[in-house]
């Protein structure tokens, strides 16, 4: 692929309007653009850092928008990708096996002119190619004069870092070869984790040129069933389970998010008995990591350390991830099965229904 970087993230939900005072309130984004009032779907675009989200919704029960929410639930439809030459970016991944969406097209709105194309990805899940340069990501954006609310003071949230897509048995390594082979994509790790009766299978693939990371997970089916195979009845297939936000001050994040109305996941105690045996020192900052439930791990560059919220959504599909990399560039070993742990643990406190 051309030199590319992640545009925006749009997001399918039941009310644009609610939802982007969610994100707004809850974890510090401001509002940039929105559709005209009246106008039908509702797009939202929300900003913080170089992170561009986008919400969607509508009133009109047959329009894709609602009919997505109704198999899903809110959730991401859309990572989308800023190239400089759409038809070419089109061309290309529909050439190396893309399935083709939307082919390229101008559209003028009240805000600006868009050149997009797009493909599917996975699921119901597509990827738009938007102009690069392009000042909004979709034709019914404008412009808003103050961005409300004002941003906090300084932006916690810099970029999204990767994405963590369940797919069901047996299509890990398929969207793996697709990613590579359509898009330009590398594998840069993988995993098998065995937890108890359950296991599961992790890929990463990373886009060289625009960074855009998807961490590809799928059930094992030789095991009993687990998180993946809940994320995926409870969704209706595949489709992006976590959305990972990377910060510069994870602890003060934490703080601050968590104030502000965000539930993160428990970590038990016991995992800070062991946690230095893992990753090396961590002096002074241990006993915060340690109250705020901060994860710690290490790859072969640096630390990283991640935490993850409960899933804000009744169906408990999506969530949210915080990361901050001390130079580590990939992931360690220890935190996915830190969070299958913590998501065990999670939905046996509500009740069991979903670790079966
Ligand atoms: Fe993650």
């Given at each position: 692929m051309d030199p590319s970087r992640l545009s925006h993230v749009n997001l399918y939900v039941g009310d644009a309007r609610q939802a982007a005072y969610y994100y707004c309130r809850a974890f510090g984004f401001r509002v940039v653009a929105e559709s005209l009032p009246g106008l039908q779907p509702c797009t939202v675009l929300l900003a913080q850092g170089r992170i561009r989200l986008m919400l969607t919704s509508t009133t009109?029960?047959?329009d894709p928008v609602a009919r997505y929410v109704a198999a899903h639930g809110d959730g991401v439809v859309d990572i989308a990708i800023a190239v400089p030459d759409v038809a070419r970016a089109f061309r290309t991944a529909v050439a190396n096996g893309a399935d083709p969406v939307m082919t390229p097209s101008s559209r003028t709105g009240p805000g600006c002119t868009v050149v997009s194309a797009a493909v599917r990805g996975f699921g119901d899940v597509i990827h738009t190619f938007v102009e690069a340069g392009t000042p909004l990501p979709h034709p019914t954006l404008s412009p808003i004069d103050e961005p409300r609310p004002e941003p906090p003071d300084g932006e916690l949230l810099r970029d999204i870092d990767h994405f963590a897509v369940c797919v069901p048995a047996g299509e890990l390594d398929k969207a793996v070869s697709g990613y590579q082979e359509t898009f330009g994509f590398e594998e840069i790790f993988e995993e098998f984790i065995e937890v108890g009766r359950q296991a599961m299978s992790s890929k990463v693939v990373r886009e060289?040129?625009?960074?855009?990371?998807l961490t590809i997970l799928e059930p094992d089916a030789t095991h009993a069933p687990g998180q993946i195979d809940s994320f995926l009845r409870s969704h209706g297939?595949?489709?992006?389970q976590h959305v990972a936000f990377e910060t510069g001050d994870i602890r003060e994040a934490v703080r601050r998010l968590g104030d502000q109305g965000v539930e993160f996941l428990k970590t038990p105690d016991a995992y800070y008995d062991l946690v230095e045996d893992r990753v090396g020192e961590l002096g002074d900052e241990l006993g915060d990591l340690h109250a705020r439930g901060i994860l710690a791990d290490r790859d072969a560059w640096g630390l990283l350390l991640q935490i993850f919220t409960r899933s804000p959504y009744a169906r408990r599909t999506l969530f949210l991830e915080l990361i901050e990399r001390r130079g580590a560039r990939t992931f360690g070993s220890g935190n996915i099965r830190g969070l299958y742990e913590a998501v065990e643990r999670e939905q046996s406190r509500a009740g069991g229904t979903d670790a079966d």
């Open positions: 009109d029960a047959s060289p040129s625009s960074g855009i990371t297939g595949a489709g992006v």
